[in-house]
Antibody
């Protein structure tokens, strides 16, 4: 049974880079069955898809964030990561790492989420 | 981008009530539609995928229907643990997009 856990700083300064890591347990991150992604949720608001990396390391990003986002995989550590550059207060959100089903398009399971606050 | 519109944005209901939530897509999705439940402070939980397939472990009082642009999530008999916010998500094309959410509140 897959389990995902986010880690990283909870506070990032405006204009700097947000970096988060997701540790996967219960399965190999490099398995051809799996793709991985990030979703965020500003406090009190809805869900926004950030990006996905497939098992073959193809990446797909939300066009609204594409110029600032990188999702990558570290197979040796069974982790994947998110980098978001030039952050502003609008990037303050709970960030969830997720497993994505390429065959049916759903996200499951989700990491519990980590709140990242951008400060000025 | 495919826009997803949920209605209502909130609904007040009592235990035992039948609740229906609607999700409309700005273009046809076939059956590429997913529903999630989210409780405060928790990650969303997958309920239904491919518009009408119930995820393993999800109670049978939850059902999904629809195709094309119009979809519904129905809770046949609302239980205390069902008070939450529900989101739809289109899975047809990138960028993947979510509806704005429907909050089911206690009447």
């Amino acid at each position: 049974q897959l389990q995902l856990q986010e880690s990283g700083p909870g506070l990032v300064k405006s204009s700097e880079t947000l970096s988060l890591t997701c540790t996967v347990s219960g399965g190999s991150i490099s398995s051809s069955s799996y793709s991985w992604g990030w979703i965020r949720q500003p406090p009190g608001e809805g869900l926004e898809w950030i990006g996905i990396i497939s098992y073959s390391e193809d990446t797909y990003y939300n066009p609204s964030l594409k110029s600032r986002v990188t999702v990558s995989v570290d197979t040796s550590r069974n982790q994947f990561s998110l980098k978001l550059t030039s952050v502003t207060a609008a990037d303050t959100a709970v960030y969830h790492c997720v497993h994505w089903s390429m065959s049916a398009g759903w996200f499951d399971p989700w990491g519990q989420g980590t709140l990242v606050t951008v400060s000025s | 981008d495919i826009q997803m519109t949920q209605s209502p944005s909130s609904v007040s209901a009592s235990v035992g009530d039948r609740v229906t939530i609607t999700c409309r897509a700005s273009e046809a999705l076939s059956s590429w539609l997913v529903w999630y439940q989210q409780k405060p402070g928790k990650a969303p939980r997958l309920l239904i995928y491919l518009a009408s397939s119930l995820q393993s472990g999800v109670p049978s009082r939850f059902s999904g229907s629809g195709s094309g642009t119009d979809f519904t999530l129905t809770i046949s008999s609302l239980q205390p643990e069902d008070f939450a916010t529900y989101y739809c998500q289109q899975a047809k094309s990138f960028p993947l997009t979510f509806g704005g959410g429907t909050k089911v509140e206690i009447k």
